[in-house]
């Protein structure tokens, strides 16, 4: 399968613990993206990277998110001390894209479940 | 703030009915995509339109961009069980920080 992978698929854990999730893109892809998407809504920009460049980071987010991609391969996304309101699915996307444009394909991984209890 | 609202958040048909669902803002985007998305999975892209006025059929799905970029629909020709998921829009700014903006959602069932 040489589709975007994302582990784990479903993450349990107490508030105020810290989870690391992988992104693994599709190998010749050059972007890679991470969003949040709670039920009922869309996919919320959260990062995104180009090789291993962290080009941009939303606002929104909050100090206790991280994310690496070292070698330009794949990517991390830790969560320091966990809240409640961190309780989401993580998506991971990847593209492969000169300039960030109109016709940029994103393809999803399936998803990392997080449930803060 | 740049949104895009979709309409109806929620649809339950029965197969082989005919369906359109809305994507609207008050914005003007470069580009829109829907994509569709199954329940614990990630969004899978269907289409891109990029020109105002651009049709695009993919099967049974026609995809409309409205003349001034700041609308789209995606019409199903007799729904099929298979069709059930989330549609998502999402729309493509250029700009210095180019990013998508998605819509919510509409959660389509299409019952047997």
């Known amino acids: 399968d040489t589709g975007v992978s994302q582990d784990p698929r479903h993450k349990i854990t107490k508030r105020g613990q810290n989870v690391t999730f992988r992104c693994d893109p599709i190998?010749?892809?050059?972007?890679l993206y991470w969003y949040r998407q709670t039920l009922g809504q869309g996919p919320e920009f959260l990062t995104y990277?180009?090789?291993?460049?962290?080009?941009?980071k939303s606002r929104l987010l909050s100090d206790r998110f991280s994310a690496e991609r070292p070698k330009g391969s794949f990517s991390t996304l830790e969560i320091q001390r966990t809240e409640q309101g961190d309780s989401a699915m993580y998506l991971c996307?990847?593209?492969?894209?000169?300039?960030?444009?109109?016709?940029?394909?994103?393809?999803f991984g399936s998803g990392t479940q997080l449930s803060v209890l | 703030t740049q949104l895009l609202e979709q309409s109806p958040q929620f649809l339950s048909i029965q197969e082989g009915e005919n369906l359109t669902v809305y994507c609207n803002s008050s914005?003007?985007?470069?580009?829109l995509q829907w994509y569709r998305q199954e329940p614990g999975e990630g969004p899978v892209l269907l289409v891109t339109?990029?020109?105002g006025g651009e049709v695009k059929k993919l099967k049974r799905l026609t995809f409309q961009f409205g003349d001034a970029r700041k609308d789209s629909s995606l019409h199903i020709t007799a729904a099929q069980t298979g069709d059930t998921g989330l549609y998502l829009c999402?729309?493509?700014?250029?700009?210095?920080?180019?990013?998508?903006?998605w819509g919510a959602g509409t959660k389509l069932i299409i019952k047997p």
């Open positions: 996307a990847s593209s492969l894209a000169q300039h960030r444009g109109t016709n940029e394909k994103l393809f």
């Open positions: 999402a729309g493509g700014v250029i700009s210095s920080n180019y990013q998508l903006i």
């Open positions: 339109v990029v020109t």
């Open positions: 190998s010749e892809h050059n972007r």
């Open positions: 914005s003007v985007f470069s580009s």
């Open positions: 990277f180009q090789n291993e460049a962290q080009l941009e």
